[in-house]
């Protein structure tokens, strides 16, 4: 297959680019940057130039391929304070792409995200397929709403799949949550934890994550959902002992409302209860995670960077 994959030179297309090419596919990467062609090139597919706010580019893109992977989202703008921006302008170039496709029974893999969907019970692929009252108001909402347009895609001729990342997609290099984390607790000399610290959040190893991406392309069901779920929940207790082993400092409890003043923009999440389960995508893609665990991780000092 000659796949389209947008955010090719990110955290988890870097490894998912591989992971295709190894399988025998052709990759064509979106670079918006030199930067990003140069990383493109280096894991070995092709680059196609242009934009997640350049919908006429990924339609010419998706149309030239068997099959698109849309790893992008514009996250330096939602998590700059303008979610509804980064939404706005994924909804446009999911539109774009999934026009292109239309009739031609090609894939559609759609990355999403599930922290914080059915808080304090685990979340299964069976949830979140319709907003729920707590979501109303809320920015994330748009993007819920692109992932349920997505599966929709399925009644027009498009494979369409959405796969669901675990908050934590760790490993060595990982710059996303855990590494903030990491980096919090430098800073502060302590790692912090929200509460009690009894909440978990789903961890899968980058390996996995890219393992399940070239499965759900090659043979993800229409209108399926995916969850790329290595550990069901791990408690940010454990967490914040882990790297307060590693970082040589003492553990400390934050209270709720100090959250978001101690972890920053990561003090919205950081006391969420979002357990979550792969138990449907295991069985249906036969996908069976082998990467170390978050901790083991944690512990081999793959976060002292």
């Given at each position: 297959?000659?796949?389209?994959?947008?955010?090719?030179?990110?955290?988890?297309?870097?490894?998912?680019?591989?992971?295709?090419?190894?399988?025998?596919?052709?990759?064509?990467?979106?670079?918006?940057?030199?930067?990003?062609?140069?990383?493109?090139?280096?894991?070995?597919?092709?680059?196609?130039?242009?934009?997640?706010?350049?919908?006429?580019?990924?339609?010419?893109?998706?149309?030239?391929?068997?099959?698109?992977v849309h790893l992008?989202?514009?996250?330096?703008?939602?998590?700059?304070?303008?979610?509804?921006?980064?939404?706005?302008?994924?909804?446009?170039?999911?539109?774009?792409?999934?026009?292109?496709?239309?009739?031609?029974?090609?894939?559609?893999?759609?990355?999403?995200?599930?922290?914080?969907?059915?808080?304090g019970r685990v979340?299964?692929?069976?949830?979140?397929?319709?907003?729920?009252?707590?979501?109303?108001?809320?920015?994330?909402?748009?993007?819920?709403?692109?992932?349920?347009?997505?599966?929709?895609?399925?009644?027009?001729?498009?494979?369409?799949?959405?796969?669901?990342?675990?908050?934590?997609?760790?490993?060595?290099?990982?710059?996303?949550?855990?590494?903030?984390?990491?980096?919090?607790?430098?800073?502060?000399?302590?790692?912090?934890?929200?509460?009690?610290?009894?909440?978990?959040?789903?961890?899968?190893?980058?390996?996995?994550?890219?393992?399940?991406?070239?499965?759900?392309?090659?043979?993800?069901?229409?209108?399926?959902?995916?969850?790329?779920?290595?550990?069901?929940?791990?408690?940010?207790?454990?967490?914040?002992?882990?790297?307060?082993?590693?970082?040589?400092?003492?553990?400390?409890?934050?209270?709720?409302?100090?959250?978001?003043?101690?972890?920053?923009?990561?003090?919205?999440?950081?006391?969420?209860?979002?357990?979550?389960?792969?138990?449907?995508?295991?069985?249906?893609?036969?996908?069976?995670?082998?990467?170390?665990?978050?901790?083991?991780?944690?512990?081999?000092?793959?976060?002292?960077?």
């Open positions: 297959m000659r796949i389209f994959v947008t955010g090719a030179s990110g955290w988890i297309g870097s490894a998912a680019v591989p992971e295709m090419l190894d399988a025998g596919h052709e990759v064509v990467g979106l670079a918006r940057s030199e930067a990003s062609a140069v990383r493109i090139e280096e894991i070995g597919a092709t680059v196609a130039w242009g934009d997640v706010d350049d919908p006429a580019s990924l339609a010419k893109a998706a149309d030239d391929s068997d099959g698109v992008a989202f514009q996250h330096e703008v939602a998590f700059g304070g303008d979610f509804a921006a980064a939404a706005n302008a994924d909804r446009r170039a999911v539109e774009a792409m999934a026009a292109a496709l239309a009739g031609s029974d090609r894939p559609f893999v759609l990355a999403s995200g599930m922290l914080g969907m059915t808080p979340a299964t692929e069976n949830d979140g397929l319709v907003p729920s009252a707590q979501s109303r108001g809320n920015p994330a909402i748009r993007r819920h709403a692109t992932a349920l347009f997505v599966l929709s895609l399925a009644g027009i001729g498009v494979r369409s799949s959405v796969l669901r990342f675990a908050p934590t997609v760790h490993g060595v290099g990982d710059s996303g949550f855990v590494h903030t984390l990491v980096t919090v607790a430098r800073e502060r000399g302590v790692a912090g934890y929200v509460a009690e610290g009894e909440n978990r959040w789903p961890a899968v190893h980058r390996s996995d994550a890219a393992h399940l991406v070239r499965l759900a392309v090659e043979g993800a069901p229409a209108g399926s959902v995916l969850h790329a779920v290595g550990e069901e929940g791990v408690r940010l207790r454990d967490v914040a002992d882990a790297i307060s082993r590693s970082l040589d400092v003492p553990t400390a409890s934050i209270a709720p409302d100090a959250a978001l003043e101690h972890f920053g923009h990561l003090g919205v999440f950081v006391g969420v209860d979002c357990p979550a389960s792969a138990e449907i995508t295991r069985q249906s893609l036969g996908w069976d995670p082998a990467g170390p665990t978050l901790l083991a991780d944690l512990e081999a000092g793959g976060y002292d960077h």
